[in-house]
């Protein structure tokens, strides 16, 4: 298992370019996410903290669980924006980054992770990736992992050139 290490490198100078820091609340990923940041030059400036949760057939802890609004309506938000809102709450980081999904396939389903950016409280990206049914946990996780943190990658990009 080995981190890309020229994508960490750009994703640290970014953030710490930009001041910027970031969280992250997952669980088909098992910390990963988590340990990639943790692994940047700069983690202590940047990294605010996650949160790893066990699925276990379970709904997501109640965090992350759909919240009623005022008039008592319940939000249709996917479970992956709220985890990547909440946590950047929680941790009061600029960005937020929140996954979940399945790695165990009953051989008609496919391996899947949905996965949600979140920068200053508005969703920037929020999508669903599916590999193969045959698809090992480890290479599923260390794919997911490099897929999102290349997604963070360019919206970082798009954020430079917006500025």
């Known amino acids: ?10 994703i640290n100078d970014m953030l710490t370019t ?9 669980n088909i990923t098992s910390g990963l996410l988590q340990f990639s940041f943790s692994q940047m030059r700069n983690a202590s400036t940047i990294f605010k903290g996650g949160f ?4 276990n057939g ?3 802890p109640e965090i992350f669980n759909e919240q009623p609004d005022i008039t008592g309506d ?13 946590i950047s709450r929680i941790f009061r980081s600029d960005w937020g ?4 999904g399945n790695l165990i396939s009953d051989g008609l389903k496919t391996i899947h992770a949905h996965y949600c950016l979140s920068y200053r409280n508005e969703v920037v ?19 997911f992992t490099e897929f999102i943190l290349g ?8 954020l430079l050139v917006l500025k």
Not at 52 to 55: E, G, I, M, Q, S
Not at 74 to 86: G, H, K, Q, T
Not at 151 to 158: I, S
């Open 1 to 10: 298992m080995e981190l890309n290490n020229r994508l960490l490198n750009f």
């Open 151 to 158: 997604c963070l990658n360019c919206e970082l990009k798009k």
């Open 58 to 60: 379970v709904h997501a």
């Open 74 to 86: 319940s939000s249709d938000m996917p479970i992956a924006e709220r985890m990547a809102l909440n």
């Open 97 to 100: 980054i929140g996954v979940h």
């Open 125 to 143: 990206l929020s999508k669903t990736l599916e590999l193969h049914p045959k698809t090992s946990a480890m290479s599923a996780q260390m794919y």
């Open 52 to 55: 790893t949760y066990a699925n």
């Open 18 to 26: 930009e001041h910027e820091t970031v969280s992250v609340a997952e």
